[in-house]
């Protein structure tokens, strides 16, 4: 198994400002996902972030209001920019398991935006 | 396209009572999450699995995968299974997405 650590765990912020979350795992892995849960809804894919190359980005979300860095295997960061009360989420990383059938999640991040 | 759907959507119990959330999705599969997210949001897994049935504790999962249908099963409910309940799809290759149910949100009053 993997653990997950994110930072912050929480954070309020106000419109037009960026937050940076942080997630470490507790070992190498290729690919981290970063998802977003808004309030009463599932699981959204926001990017892949793999280490040496540009993030992928599923339909609907862009870098420039999404930004992502990759340094190393085991941490990973992302961005929310120009924050609107609708990025008000749980925003989440996770991993894959080693034989890619198992996912492991961060403990999450819950923002606000006033 | 895999659509992973449950039922029902919200769940209210009182402490003591037998609960089961379904899953049923479109795709075959080979295995089948099923997932809590508690009030604070952090997921964890409870359940892999890919046929018949596996217990931990009072948690019960069932899956038939030619009807492409899981349970998630709780008995004598307690007011900390209070969660969010989620299935989840695995990728059918590495480098695809898990796909996740909407979510089965669960109260147990005491």
């Known amino acids: 198994s993997a653990v997950i650590s994110q930072k912050p765990s929480r954070d309020i912020c106000q419109r037009g400002t960026s937050l940076t979350i942080q997630c470490q795992v507790d070992?190498?892995?290729?690919?981290m996902f970063w998802y977003r849960q808004q309030p009463g809804q599932s699981l959204t894919l926001i990017a892949t972030?793999?280490?040496?190359?540009?993030?992928?980005?599923e339909s609907g979300f862009v870098i420039d209001k999404f930004p992502i860095s990759r340094p190393n295997l085991t941490f990973s960061t992302l961005t929310v920019s120009n924050m609107s009360p609708e990025d008000s989420s749980i925003y989440l990383c996770?991993?894959?398991?080693?034989?890619?059938?198992?996912?492991?999640f961060g403990p999450g991040t819950r923002l606000t935006v006033t | 396209k895999n659509e992973v759907e449950q039922s029902p959507q919200n769940l209210t119990a009182q402490e003591g009572e037998f609960i089961t959330i379904n899953c049923s999705y479109s795709?075959?599969?080979?295995?089948l999450h099923w997932l809590q997210q508690h009030p604070g949001g952090g997921i964890v897994s409870l359940f892999m699995?890919?046929?018949g049935k596996k217990k931990h504790g009072r948690l019960i999962a069932t899956i038939n995968i030619q009807e492409k249908h899981s349970s998630l099963h709780i008995t004598a409910s307690h007011p900390r299974d209070s969660a969010v309940y989620i299935c989840?799809?695995?990728?059918?290759?590495?480098?695809?997405?898990?796909?996740f149910g909407p979510g089965t949100r669960l109260s147990v009053l005491p």
């Open positions: 989840a799809v695995p990728p059918h290759n590495y480098g695809q997405n898990f796909v």
């Open positions: 972030a793999n280490q040496g190359s540009e993030a992928t980005y």
């Open positions: 699995l890919s046929s």
């Open positions: 996770s991993v894959y398991g080693l034989a890619g059938r198992e996912q492991y």
């Open positions: 070992s190498q892995v290729t690919m």
């Open positions: 795709v075959g599969i080979s295995a």
